[in-house]
Structure formats: C-alpha cells, structure tokens
T-cell receptor
Framework: KAGVTQTPRYLIKTRGQQVTLSCSPI?????VSWYQQTPGQGLQFLFE???????NKGNFPGRFSGRQFSNSRSEMNVSTLELGDSALYLC??????????????FGAGSRLTVL | LAKTTQPISMDSYEGQEVNITCSHN???????ITWYQQFPSQGPRFIIQ???TKVTNEVASLFIPADRKSSTLSLPRVSLSDTAVYYC?????????????FGGGTRVLVKP
C-alpha cells in the first residue's frame, strides 16, 4: 500500500513569490491535514480537509490556503512568501473509521526555503 | 485540549532501554495517546497508540497509568538507528489538526 506522497520534496523561493505544494494521501483516506514544522515552533497545524471541505483550520494568516480534490489529493498554497515561511511542510492522511485504532500517516514533507 | 510536556532530549547507549515520559494532565476521556518517531527531513512515523494500561508491539511498549495523566514510551535495546525525535500526541481517535495536542518532541541520541 503506497504511503502519503508529497511533492516537491525540496524547493527554494524568494520573498514575495508564491508556492504550491501537493499531497497524495493513502488510497481510501479522505482526511488530509497539513502542518508546518520549524525548529522553534515545532509542529503547527495549518488546516484539514475531508471530502473536499475544509473541516478545521489553524491559526495562520490568509496567505496560507489549501484545497482538496475529489480524489482526496490536496494542495496547499502560500502566497507572498516571507522569510519566516521557511519550514518543513507536512501532510498527513487518515481514514474515517470510527472503530479501532486510527492514526495519522505523514508524508516525507516538502522542505521550503525562502530567500 | 490536553497540554503535553516531554523532556527536550535524552542520551542513551546501544543495547539500553530508553523510556520517554509525556505529561498530559488534562487529558479528556475520549483522548488516545499516540507516539511518533521522526528522522531529519522526514515525516513522523507512527510507533504505537494506546488508551490505558499497557500496549506492546514489535518495536515499543506504551505504559499508561490509571489516571492517564502521563504515558511512557519504552524502547527496548536501542540501536544507533533509533536516534531520532520522538513526539507524543494526544487526541480523539481519527482526529487531526487542532483536535490533537502535539508534544514538543524528545530528541534521543543513542551512542555506541
């Protein structure tokens, strides 16, 4: 069973540019959530999508946005990049079962460097 | 939401047992405790999940006392490849995002 796939793995942008990151969840998983990870702040929740609808949102500015497609693949976009946006962006998917253990499966992440 | 606290770092030696404790004093009745392992530039990888008492799998054990205000991840006989950051997460089953509380992570260094 393929895991969570994130692309690109690494990218470098300059301030003011925008970036789009992609996440393909595990087949059958309908929930996709995004996180920003930095050395100083740890794992910070960005947003969660379920069946193409944003179900939860973290405390990030409107420059951060996302969407989910009918095949559960998700993208996140960051506009007007700032130096502080440099981070590892992680995507996680999970199934929607209500019984038994249900855990987040993370992708390898997209490492964004803003110069 | 439960607030989780973990030690920042721990050192150990190959072959020893490593125990990492996570404090979650205000854990809710429907919250589970999940531990993840993360290597540099990789996403966190699921290790173990539990609700109460003891859970064991092929890589680790999770001890949760009756009051559930803390949990201890036990890694038996660690090797150099177990050097990583370990995260404790608390939240309901199937939860994501702001329904979860992430610990700050414990950096474990295994020395030869």
């Amino acid at each position: 069973k393929a895991g969570v796939t994130q692309t690109p793995r690494y990218l470098i942008k300059t301030r003011g540019q925008q970036v789009t990151l992609s996440c393909s969840p595990i087949s059958g998983h309908r929930s996709v959530s995004w996180y920003q990870q930095t050395p100083g702040q740890g794992l910070q929740f960005l947003f969660e999508y379920f069946s193409e609808t944003q179900r939860n949102k973290g405390n990030f500015p409107g420059r951060f946005s996302g969407r989910q497609f009918s095949n559960s693949r998700s993208e996140m976009n960051v506009s007007t990049l700032e130096l502080g946006d440099s981070a590892l962006y992680l995507c996680a998917s999970s199934g929607d079962s209500v019984s038994g253990a249900n855990v987040l499966t993370f992708g390898a992440g997209s490492r964004l460097t803003v110069l | 939401l439960a607030k989780t606290t973990q030690p920042i770092s721990m050192d150990s030696y190959e072959g020893q047992e490593v125990n990492i404790t996570c404090s979650h004093n205000n854990i809710a009745t429907n919250d589970y405790i999940t531990w993840y392992q993360q290597f540099p530039s990789q996403g966190p990888r699921f290790i173990i999940q539990g609700y109460k008492t003891k859970v064991t799998n092929e890589v680790a054990s999770l001890f949760i006392p009756a009051d559930r205000k803390s949990s201890t991840l036990s890694l038996p006989r660690v090797s150099l490849s177990d050097t990583a950051v370990y995260y404790c997460l608390v939240g309901p089953l199937g939860a994501a995002g702001n329904k979860l509380t992430f610990g700050g992570g414990t950096r474990v260094l295994v020395k030869p």
